[in-house]
Protein backbone atom coordinates (compact mmCIF):
# COMPACT_ATOMS: atom_id res chain seq x y z
CA UNK A 1 0.00 0.00 0.00
CA UNK A 2 1.35 3.16 -1.20
CA UNK A 3 0.24 6.55 0.64
CA UNK A 4 0.49 9.80 -0.14
CA UNK A 5 0.77 13.34 1.60
CA UNK A 6 0.04 16.70 0.92
CA UNK A 7 2.79 19.21 1.60
CA UNK A 8 2.01 20.69 4.76
CA UNK A 9 0.95 17.28 6.21
CA UNK A 10 4.67 16.02 5.05
CA UNK A 11 5.97 18.85 6.93
CA UNK A 12 4.50 17.83 9.97
CA UNK A 13 5.73 14.52 9.92
CA UNK A 14 9.29 15.28 8.87
CA UNK A 15 8.82 17.83 12.48
CA UNK A 16 7.77 14.80 14.32
CA UNK A 17 10.32 12.30 12.71
CA UNK A 18 13.09 15.39 13.70
CA UNK A 19 12.54 14.80 17.48
CA UNK A 20 12.46 11.00 17.51
CA UNK A 21 15.73 9.85 19.34
CA UNK A 22 17.65 8.26 16.42
CA UNK A 23 16.92 4.39 17.37
CA UNK A 24 12.99 5.33 17.00
CA UNK A 25 13.41 7.37 13.95
CA UNK A 26 15.50 4.56 12.09
CA UNK A 27 12.91 2.29 12.80
CA UNK A 28 10.42 4.02 10.91
CA UNK A 29 9.43 2.11 7.96
CA UNK A 30 11.09 -0.73 8.33
CA UNK A 31 7.87 -2.67 8.84
CA UNK A 32 6.41 -5.19 6.38
CA UNK A 33 6.00 -3.52 2.66
CA UNK A 34 2.29 -4.95 1.87
CA UNK A 35 1.07 -1.96 4.65
CA UNK A 36 1.99 1.44 4.83
CA UNK A 37 5.21 2.97 5.37
CA UNK A 38 4.22 4.54 8.94
CA UNK A 39 3.47 1.16 10.49
CA UNK A 40 5.42 -0.93 12.35
CA UNK A 41 6.09 -5.01 12.08
CA UNK A 42 2.81 -5.03 14.88
CA UNK A 43 0.44 -2.70 13.28
CA UNK A 44 0.77 0.29 15.29
CA UNK A 45 1.49 3.97 13.49
CA UNK A 46 4.84 5.06 14.29
CA UNK A 47 3.96 8.73 13.29
CA UNK A 48 0.26 8.86 14.92
CA UNK A 49 0.63 12.04 16.13
CA UNK A 50 1.73 13.35 12.90
CA UNK A 51 -0.91 11.03 10.81
CA UNK A 52 -2.34 12.49 7.61
CA UNK A 53 -5.78 13.27 7.02
CA UNK A 54 -6.45 10.28 5.15
CA UNK A 55 -5.65 7.83 8.37
CA UNK A 56 -8.02 10.27 10.62
CA UNK A 57 -11.01 10.12 8.30
CA UNK A 58 -10.25 6.09 7.73
CA UNK A 59 -13.01 3.85 8.49
CA UNK A 60 -15.46 6.80 8.60
CA UNK A 61 -18.54 6.65 6.30
CA UNK A 62 -17.62 9.31 3.34
CA UNK A 63 -19.59 9.38 0.64
CA UNK A 64 -18.24 9.48 -3.28
CA UNK A 65 -18.87 8.87 -6.35
CA UNK A 66 -18.60 5.43 -8.08
CA UNK A 67 -19.44 4.59 -11.68
CA UNK A 68 -20.85 7.82 -11.90
CA UNK A 69 -23.24 7.08 -8.62
CA UNK A 70 -22.69 8.72 -5.38
CA UNK A 71 -22.17 5.60 -2.48
CA UNK A 72 -21.24 5.76 1.32
CA UNK A 73 -18.40 3.93 1.98
CA UNK A 74 -16.77 3.20 5.29
CA UNK A 75 -14.36 0.33 7.27
CA UNK A 76 -16.25 -3.07 6.78
CA UNK A 77 -16.02 -3.55 10.51
CA UNK A 78 -17.80 0.04 10.99
CA UNK A 79 -21.38 -0.12 10.85
CA UNK A 80 -22.16 -3.75 10.72
CA UNK A 81 -25.72 -3.58 12.49
CA UNK A 82 -26.41 0.11 12.14
CA UNK A 83 -26.66 2.50 9.23
CA UNK A 84 -24.44 5.58 9.80
CA UNK A 85 -26.72 8.76 10.75
CA UNK A 86 -26.85 10.89 8.00
CA UNK A 87 -25.42 14.01 9.94
CA UNK A 88 -22.10 12.19 10.18
CA UNK A 89 -21.38 11.05 6.95
CA UNK A 90 -18.31 13.09 5.77
CA UNK A 91 -18.35 14.59 1.70
CA UNK A 92 -14.95 13.26 -0.32
CA UNK A 93 -15.22 16.19 -2.79
CA UNK A 94 -15.55 18.66 0.23
CA UNK A 95 -12.30 16.73 2.17
CA UNK A 96 -10.73 17.02 -1.02
CA UNK A 97 -11.20 20.85 -1.16
CA UNK A 98 -10.62 21.15 1.93
CA UNK A 99 -6.93 19.56 2.35
CA UNK A 100 -5.77 21.27 -0.28
CA UNK A 101 -6.79 24.38 0.51
CA UNK A 102 -5.33 24.19 3.93
CA UNK A 103 -2.06 22.87 1.54
CA UNK A 104 -1.98 25.99 -0.37
CA UNK A 105 -2.36 28.31 2.55
CA UNK A 106 0.58 26.48 3.80
CA UNK A 107 2.79 26.84 0.79
CA UNK A 108 2.28 23.43 -1.11
CA UNK A 109 1.06 23.19 -4.26
CA UNK A 110 -1.16 20.89 -4.36
CA UNK A 111 0.70 17.82 -5.64
CA UNK A 112 1.21 15.04 -3.64
CA UNK A 113 4.54 12.71 -1.48
CA UNK A 114 4.66 9.31 -1.80
CA UNK A 115 4.68 8.84 2.41
CA UNK A 116 7.21 5.76 1.94
CA UNK A 117 9.77 7.68 0.30
CA UNK A 118 9.31 10.98 2.45
CA UNK A 119 10.45 8.56 5.90
CA UNK A 120 12.76 7.04 4.27
CA UNK A 121 14.47 10.55 3.49
CA UNK A 122 14.01 11.23 7.28
Known amino acids: MRLSVTHAEADQIRTLLS ?38 THGAPIRMTQNSLPVIESCFRNFVTVVPDPDCVLDQTTLSALTLAIDRSEGGDGSRIDLAELIASC
Not at 27 to 48: F, H, K
Open 19 to 56: ALPAASREAVGTGPTDRCAALSSEGRCQIYEARPFVCR
